[in-house]
C-alpha cells in the first residue's frame, strides 16, 4: 500500500484530536469515491462521444425493426 502525506493547518490538527475518528480511513474512503465519481464522469463523456458519431436512423426505423423483430417470433 502507497503512502500520501497531507498537511493541514495546526488549528484543524487541534480540532481534528477531539475526536475520536480513524482520519486515515476517512480520507481514504473520500478518495475512493471521488476516483469513482471521476472514472464514472470519464466513461460517460466517452460514451457521449461514441454515441455523438453513432449515424442517425431515419425517423420510425427503430419501431419498424421492432415491430419486424416481434413478427418473426
Known amino acids: 500500500m502507497a503512502v500520501i502525506s497531507v498537511r493541514v493547518p495546526d ?3 487541534e ?4 475526536y475520536d475518528i ?10 475512493e469515491l471521488k476516483v ?3 472514472d464514472k464522469e470519464k466513461l460517460l ?3 457521449d462521444s461514441f454515441l455523438e458519431n453513432l449515424p ?3 425517423k420510425g426505423k427503430a ?4 415491430r419486424d423483430d416481434r413478427d418473426s417470433n
Do not use: A, G, H
Request: net charge positive; charged share 50%; no cysteine.
Open 11 to 13: 488549528e484543524l490538527k
Open 15 to 18: 480540532k481534528m484530536k477531539k
Open 22 to 31: 480513524n482520519w486515515s480511513e476517512e480520507i481514504r474512503r473520500f478518495i
Open 36 to 38: 469513482r465519481e471521476i
Open 45 to 47: 463523456d466517452e460514451i
Open 56 to 58: 442517425e436512423l431515419p
Open 63 to 66: 419501431t419498424k425493426l421492432v
